[in-house]
Nanobody, 125 residues
Framework: QVQLVESGGGLVQAGGSLRLSCAVS????????MGWYHQAPGGQRELVAS???????TYVDSVKGRFTISRDNAKNTVYLQMNDLKPEDTAVYYC???????????????????WGQGTQVTVSS
């Protein structure tokens, strides 16, 4: 059974930093791509960043230069380092496992078990 457990969210002032973690079990982590999504209140879940099994990364334009996605295959964990946070980054952040790429675009694996439970990030102005 695949399980994703996120941690690291919280309340931070604008300009601050947070690091999110997503620990994965029940699947062959190292050969799977991973993605981080966020969902603001009343909004849709949107891709923030992704990382392939080879370590190639993609970012949505709004976080380029501020966020960094990385993975530690020895720990079966993917990270999202978020710097220079802005109030508009406020959202619930979800990790997704086992998606695929069409060109450079990451597509989430949509089965329920391939999503984490979400972690709240709140950035105050």
């Amino acid at each position: 059974q695949v399980q994703l457990v996120e941690s690291g969210g919280g309340l931070v002032q604008a300009g601050g930093s947070l690091r999110l973690s997503c620990a994965v079990s029940g699947m062959a982590f190292s050969v799977n791509a991973m993605g981080w999504y966020h969902q603001a209140p009343g909004g849709q879940r949107e891709l923030v960043a992704s990382i392939s099994s080879f370590g190639s990364t993609t970012y949505v334009d709004s976080v380029k230069g501020r966020f960094t996605i990385s993975r530690d295959n020895a720990k079966n964990t993917v990270y999202l380092q978020m710097n220079d946070l802005k109030p508009e980054d406020t959202a619930v952040y979800y990790c997704n496992a086992g998606g695929w790429y069409r060109g450079s675009d990451y597509y989430a694996r949509t089965e329920k078990g391939y999503w984490g439970q979400g972690t709240q990030v709140t950035v105050s102005s």
